[in-house]
């Protein structure tokens, strides 16, 4: 996942694998070639996603297998606190969860946003007062989230039966317990949806 900070500074979250585990890994380059830091050692992190807070500071959503039964079952954030890595379970740990992982910042309060895949359904969980919340919008898959200037969350993913590509947003700015959904076209979605905002706060997808 590429990211860049307020001065056009670009970091890349991603997977390092060696053998039979893998590591959660940032690299960014300030000018004078790439860092490197461990973010989590053993972290499976197949789906991965980052996004800088509004302190300029990276942000990571990812894949887990807690349990490591070779199965995707949590959603994790990672986030720096007095110059180390923690880390931190995504909404409530007994979904099974993990999969199409996207974060957002809310670009007005700094919330941590996160959609992902939970127990088959479009799940959206931000964080607020301390602990995270969730709310699932849809049935679906192939996530992507992203976010408009004054906070409201899209989200683009598939459904099936029939096929159909789709976007989801909030009902109401600041409230996550109705969600308008709209079909954007009935196609099979092979893989991963993609959803950006224009600049006039209009999404596309692709």
Known sequence: SLAFDNIGNPCIAYRGVSGQSSDLKIACNYGSGWQIEYVQNGAVARYISMAFDLDDNPVIAYSDDVDGDN?????????????????????????????????????????????????????????????WHEQFVEDGNQINMAIVSTGVPYISFSMNDPYRMMVAHPVVAGSYDNWEIQTVEYIDVGWRTSIAIKSNGLPVVS
């Open 71 to 131: 199965r995707l079952d949590t959603t994790k954030l990672a986030y720096r606190e007095n110059g180390s890595w923690v880390n931190q379970v995504v909404g409530d740990p007994e979904k099974a969860a993990g999969v199409h992982v996207s974060l957002a910042i809310d670009p007005v309060t700094g919330t941590p946003m996160v959609a992902d895949r939970a127990n088959s359904l479009v799940r959206f969980s931000w964080f607020e007062g301390g602990e």
